[in-house]
């Protein structure tokens, strides 16, 4: 989940569903820890189709030449058993910088529906740039910080691929790999839905207002 300010009059929400990745994590030795996310852009929901385009035309995530952000990490710095700050590259609309995470390891267990797969469950925050990242239309109307909130739940997965963690990957029509190495070896499985469309080559001025769900009642 993201927020962003809306013209100083609240913060739009908005979702992306459908992230895949490869996690090698042991509790015991967090700074082992290695993560390779890619989240679909086109896949983003503001609760309103109309600011769903606009937010990925060309002048803003440009979904169609960049239908993909990517996240690497490069450090994990525990804090105590159950939290720590995992720094990476963040890959967003063709340009890479950096970014930290605020980290809770909130479970690993037997999940108890089936398949009963071993899960580990994480929450996470951290803020980002727009500008950072060359997205600096319509500054007078959206705000530059981006506010992250990261619910996500891996599961075991077999020994295939994580040796090559952080190197390029799958196109984003590729099923994603699973892991290998140290630790636990853990695929990320978000819900299973069809891939969104790719839009059209042009700029969408932003809706005059905020979609219902971003403000407050």
Known sequence: ????EHAGFSSALGTVSGSTGVLLFDPDDWTAARLDVRVPLTRLDLGDAKWNVAALARNLLDGERHPEARFVSTEVWPLDETRAQVCGQLSLRGVTRPLCLDVAFNALRRHPLPPFRRTAGFSATGVLSRKDFGIDAWS??????????IEAEAVHADRSAAQRLGEPGPSPASPPETGTGAGHELRFDDE????AQSLPPREVPPPPGPNASAIAP
Do not use: K, S, W
């Open 192 to 195: 299973l839905e069809p891939q």
């Open 1 to 4: 989940m993201f927020a962003i």
């Open 140 to 149: 007078a109307l959206i705000g530059d910080a981006v506010e992250l909130r």
